[in-house]
């Protein structure tokens, strides 16, 4: 799959989900403190690449573990300061990370796959073209707001997701970092 037929440069902009992309998912469980935090090997490298190419990147995550109050928005600033400190420090960039905290029954605008954090980002970045954008997910829901924007989209493969809607698919951030050099 090549994804040099794209064309991404600096005017692309790159959203990418949270939980199963950056760090490990935990199944019916939330991150919710920085010791459940593991960091997917190659990220902060991929990533590191990403700065290179992209103009801006962002993380879009879904957090209802905060509607639920298993954890708080602080939580969640103390764990995103983290993963940009590792990515900072492989040499990348993440420009701003937008979250969901409602719970999932609300329905809310901004939930995945709702395109509400996508509007919030071109909102504070109004250079965002959407059809300029990509978005990287692991679960059809992420899939489904890139789409949702008029984004291209990448599907990383899990055990859970066989049938995708996405544009591209691969295993993971290190594998779409060695396509696109």
Do not use: C
């Amino acid at each position: 799959m090549n994804l040099n037929k794209l064309k991404i440069d600096s005017t692309w902009t790159l959203f990418l989900d949270r939980d199963g992309v950056i760090n490990t998912r935990l199944i019916n469980d939330y991150v919710k403190a920085l010791n459940e935090l593991k960091i997917i090997a190659g990220v902060p490298e991929a990533i590191s690449q990403f700065t290179k190419l992209f103009g801006r990147i962002v993380v879009v995550t879904n957090q209802q573990g905060i509607g639920k109050g298993i954890m708080t928005t602080e939580d969640l600033s103390i764990i995103h300061g983290f993963i940009a400190d590792v990515v900072k420090q492989a040499g990348g960039h993440i420009n701003q990370f937008y979250f969901a905290p409602q719970l999932k029954s609300e329905n809310s605008e901004f939930r995945k796959p709702n395109p509400g954090m996508g509007y919030a980002a071109k909102n504070d970045y109004p250079e965002i073209d959407f059809e300029k954008s990509l978005m990287i997910g692991d679960t059809e829901s992420d899939i489904e707001f890139g789409i949702n924007l008029g984004m291209k989209t990448i599907m990383l493969t899990t055990e859970r997701n066989v049938k995708t809607k996405a544009d591209y698919i691969f295993e993971n951030l290190h594998e779409v970092a060695k396509n696109l050099k």
